[in-house]
């Protein structure tokens, strides 16, 4: 009690019981008391503090010498500029502040020790902790933003998506449709590209990508990637020479996301390059790695560029960029994803002018007993066997009748309905086999939609395909709790779709996944 009294009459500057950390000390140097700044400067809590020696318990220096300050080997009052590392590591210089406290005859019964902490460090630090709350509510509103703003882009990508391949069935009766149906399809693949590469940005920030790794073909891979920017490279008048690996070069990886990477280093190549240009792709296995070369003959990068390539937004060439569009972020997102392999991935240029080469590194391994994957069934094409009866639930009036058109083009009975309750109706009098089911519906959502066919319609062996432009993992995994057997984000490609309706059609084939 001795010790608690003598804070009171403590002799130097008025305590801020608020901001300064005082400790009460008994004969031994032992903590009797702390009060609740001494807990949030140190991070220690008070029934963890007593009975400790503070010399054990905090990490003081002398902030001029640097050495350790023991308190035990003093009787008088020391004042000094000192420099506390708390429990997480952190420093705070502080003003020390230790009192021996004597009885009448002399006698020191315990000690006091102040911890200062000047105001303007304490407001320094209060305003600090202010802006990384207002940095991480501006980030989440980012993302939140991201993803409505992936989702507003889809909606009308999906009927233009669908009007592209109704021009394509009218081609053979009049060919002059071909050069603006492939234009239209190029652009359309390019904002879908676009509206992706955004969501994988904010995706990378909060570390919510996660690989799906199988034993690939890495040359399979590169060709998907280059049939992917075919279109890109084809109407820039460039040349491409392909080199691909012989033996085969397989190893463990996520295939979409290294198309994804191949593809985005295309796309850089075939933009910086200037019409008439000649890009070449190869691969080899060097030792235990797979070595992707993307070399070009464009505009090449000059040296105070090079060096930050691979940050986001940084472009070369404003004017050339935007007039091919681009975001700066495609080499953003190679790398992180090829680090995320386990490889890395760097960038060569002689100068302005003179081209530039990117150069992929992926180590070789594959785990032992990792299965082969299964052909993809995007790859095959089917013929249905018999219309099916299909219920679209879509609320853009523009979306619902491309996609209905298409549906009945192809050979299928179709019905087509604009909210949530009249899907109910629908799907109680038509009993569709199929249904293409938006999200974000009036009324009732697609997820209450499909709870609702299930328990209250039963159709049990109805397959639910949503078809929206939320496409987060959040909104696949509730896609999945409501019993909805394929989650697919718009643009949806046509061939999918229909090789999808197609096994419905074939009697042999199982309904839903």
């Known amino acids: ?37 001494a807990e949030r400067l140190t991070g220690i809590a008070p029934e963890t503090a007593r009975h400790q020696r503070i010399g054990e318990l905090l990490d003081l220096r002398d902030a001029t010498t640097g050495q350790t300050l023991d308190l035990r080997e003093t009787a008088d009052t020391v004042i000094r500029n000192a420099v506390l590392k708390d429990a997480g590591g952190a420093e705070h210089r502080l003003d020390l502040h230790f009192d021996p406290i004597r009885t009448e005859d002399g006698t020191i019964s315990g000690a006091v020790l102040v911890l200062e902490v000047p105001a303007a460090t304490e407001e320094a630090a209060a305003e600090l902790r202010r802006r990384s709350d207002e940095l991480l509510t501006a980030d989440r509103r980012k993302d939140q933003f991201l993803a409505m703003l992936a989702h507003e882009l889809r909606n009308p990508l999906a009927p233009i998506r669908n009007a592209v391949e109704l021009m394509r069935q009218v081609e053979s009766t009049d060919p002059t449709f071909q050069p603006s149906r492939e234009m239209v399809e190029r652009q359309v ?9 955004l969501l994988d940005v904010s995706r990378l920030t909060q570390g919510s990508i996660r690989l799906r790794k199988e034993v690939v073909d890495l040359g399979s891979v590169i060709e998907r990637a280059v049939d992917a920017t075919h279109s890109l490279i084809e109407s820039r008048g460039h040349t491409l020479s392909l080199a691909l690996p012989a033996p ?10 290294i198309e994804q990477v191949v ?36 505009i090449g990068v000059p040296p105070d560029v090079l060096a930050r390539v691979f940050e986001p937004f940084v472009q070369c060439d404003g004017s050339l960029a935007r007039s091919e569009g681009g975001l700066g972020i495609g080499l953003t997102l190679a790398r992180s994803l090829i680090e995320m392999h386990g490889g890395t991935v760097e960038a060569h240029s002689p100068g302005l002018g003179q081209g530039s080469e990117l150069v992929v590194h992926l180590p070789i391994r594959v785990a032992a007993g990792l299965p082969e994957p299964p052909p993809s069934r995007e790859t095959s094409s089917f013929t249905a066997a018999r219309p099916v009866r299909v219920l679209v639930v879509e609320d853009n009036l523009d979306a619902a009748e491309s996609l209905a058109t298409l549906l009945r083009l192809w050979g299928h009975d179709v019905r087509m309905v604009h909210d949530g309750l009249d899907a109910l109706d629908a799907a109680r009098a038509y009993q569709p086999e199929v249904v293409l089911l938006d999200i974000g519906l009036p009324g009732l959502d697609g997820y209450q939609v499909a709870e609702r066919l299930r328990s209250e319609i039963g159709l049990d062996q109805a397959l639910l395909v949503a078809m929206t432009g939320y496409g987060q993992p959040e909104d696949r995994r ?31 084939a199982p309904v839903g996944v």
């Open 1 to 37: 009690m001795n010790t608690l009294r003598a804070i009171d009459n403590w002799p130097h500057a008025a305590l801020n019981a608020v901001r300064d950390a005082v400790f009460a000390l008994d004969t031994e140097g032992c903590v009797s008391f702390e009060n609740r700044a």
């Open 189 to 197: 693949k390019h904002l879908a590209r676009l509206v992706d590469d």
């Open 248 to 257: 085969p070069i397989r190893l463990e990886a996520d295939a979409a996301r």
């Open 263 to 298: 593809t985005n280093l295309l796309n850089n190549s075939a933009k910086y390059t200037m019409p008439g240009g000649h890009i070449w792709l190869s691969a080899e296995r060097q030792g235990e790695e797979a070595v992707i070369r993307v070399r070009d003959n464009g």
């Open 478 to 508: 509730r896609s999945h709790e409501a019993g909805i057997h394929h989650h697919f984000v718009k643009p949806v490609e046509p061939f999918v779709l229909r090789n999808l309706l197609a096994t419905v059609a074939t009697p042999a």
